[in-house]
């Protein structure tokens, strides 16, 4: 199965800062999802990206597929701590899903 | 409410006592599906389903089992459980497959076996 790699791994933010959570393939990706999962719970869907170059915004956050659709970022602008969790990028392969190691934010206030 | 209900939310069991995680969705998906999650790995798929009677297998298959007899349910069926499979477990439902649709996730089930 083609293998996402989610970088930094962590990541600890300043309220109010800035932040990106990059997500790289090998291969083309064909659609690329964001999740956001709370400590221990369930995935919650952020935002789908199929088109080379496309760039989707949703509150504060907003989510890039480059051109070659091989990689993606997720930037948050001045983070708060709702935005701390877990943050996984996603791909899909015939039927079956696959996601990134995940990368886990954490907001100082 | 739309949702996707997993039970129990929290299991302690011991090695080679069979058990079963059910999952119930109430918004006539099509595509289920179950991950496991252990840190350091992510989210890994265990076993998918596209419709009643149709299963298949994700990436983690091996001491799993599943079916779904109907579209609402799919039970997660672990024959002999053993320590290796401790893990995190979603369950997860959408409209159609995967592809192009939004996975609702369940709140998941923590498994612990000794």
């Known amino acids: 199965s083609q293998e996402l790699e989610q970088s930094p791994q962590s990541l600890i933010v300043q309220e109010g800062k800035n932040l990106t959570i990059n997500c790289t393939s090998s291969k083309t990706l064909y659609g690329l999802y964001w999740y956001k999962q709370k400590y221990g719970e369930g995935l919650i869907f952020l935002m789908m990206l199929q088109k080379g170059g496309e760039e989707k915004s949703h509150e504060k956050i907003t989510a890039k597929l480059d051109e070659k659709k091989q990689q993606s970022s997720l930037h948050i602008t001045a983070s708060q701590p709702s935005h701390a969790g877990i943050y996984l990028c996603g791909e899909t392969l015939d039927y079956k899903l696959s996601f990134g190691a995940g990368t886990t934010v954490t907001v100082r206030a | 409410e739309a949702q996707v209900t997993q039970n129990p939310r929290y299991l302690i069991t011991v090695t080679g006592k069979k058990l079963t995680v059910t999952c119930s969705q109430n918004?006539?998906?099509?595509?289920m599906s179950w991950y496991r999650q252990d840190p350091g790995l992510g989210l890994r798929q265990i076993y998918y389903s596209m419709n009643v009677e149709v299963t298949d297998k994700g990436d983690v298959p091996e001491g799993y089992k599943v079916s779904r007899k109907e579209k609402r349910n799919f039970p997660l069926i672990l024959e002999s459980p053993s320590p290796n499979q401790t893990s995190l477990y979603f369950c997860?439902?959408?409209?159609?497959?995967?592809?192009?649709?939004?996975?609702?996730f369940g709140p998941g089930t923590r498994l612990t076996v000794l």
């Open positions: 997860a439902s959408s409209y159609s497959g995967p592809s192009y649709n939004e996975q609702f």
């Open positions: 918004m006539n998906h099509e595509y």
